[in-house]
């Protein structure tokens, strides 16, 4: 099986290259100059009209959006790894449920913090007012992942799993860019043994792709 990642480093791809990484999948990088415009290649714009980093092209067909891939990464090659359930097992609608909840609903309460706080929105469009309502948002969700975990080392019991990578990736882009944990002592434990596995710190290297 061939497969190439489209990626730029320290992006929405970094996930996806700490994936493959956990995986042991050989693969092929490609990176792209945000910045130069690579993504509006009609080259590449024929594997994501979203002109977006991560893609993936396995086999020659291509699979945009991260959570899309790094759910089928888990399908595909999770099992074989104790890194996914499988699909006749109750802890793969566990997988799925938190995977997506963090992807959409965390991930879209973040996004309108973003909007309304972020370094890159003009001050026109920035808004204290919804700034608050999604921090209190965006804390109220911390509080019922730090409740999934007061009883558990990780997401799904006692190991380490793909939903762990997925869910922690954004709640510490959250974090990153003002949403503490703060007060949330079991998501905090939690991070801390994410941020310790290896295959975290070679993908987050500030010259990994
Ligand atoms: N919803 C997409 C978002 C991906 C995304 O925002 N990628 C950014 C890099 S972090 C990108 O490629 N931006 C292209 C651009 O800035 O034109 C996903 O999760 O895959």
């Given at each position: 099986m061939s497969m190439t990642l489209y990626a730029a480093p320290l992006s929405s791809a970094t996930p996806v290259v700490h994936a493959l990484c956990e995986l042991e999948i050989p693969h092929e990088v490609v990176l792209l100059d945000l910045l130069a415009g690579d993504q509006h290649q009609p080259e590449f714009r024929a594997l994501n009209p979203n002109a977006q980093v991560p893609t993936l092209v396995v086999d020659g067909a291509p699979i945009f959006e991260a959570l899309a891939i790094l759910q089928w990464l888990g399908d595909r090659f999770g099992l074989a790894r104790g890194l996914w359930p499988a699909a006749?097992?109750?802890a793969r609608l566990e997988a799925l449920s938190w995977s997506t909840w963090a992807y959409v609903t965390f991930g879209s309460a973040l996004k309108r913090f973003l909007q309304a706080t972020?370094?890159?929105?003009p001050e026109a469009l920035r808004h204290p007012v919804q700034a608050k309502h999604t921090q209190d948002e965006l804390q109220g969700l911390l509080g019922l992942l730090d409740a999934r975990l007061a009883a558990r080392r990780f997401l799904l019991g006692d190991d380490f799993t793909l939903v762990d990578l997925i869910v922690a990736s954004v709640v510490s882009y959250g974090a990153h860019c003002?949403?503490?944990?703060?007060?949330h002592a079991g998501v905090e434990a939690w991070l801390e043994r994410f941020h310790a596995r290896p295959a975290y710190q070679k993908a987050w290297a500030p010259a990994a792709g």
């Open positions: 006749e097992d109750p972020g370094a890159r929105v003002g949403v503490s944990t703060d007060g």
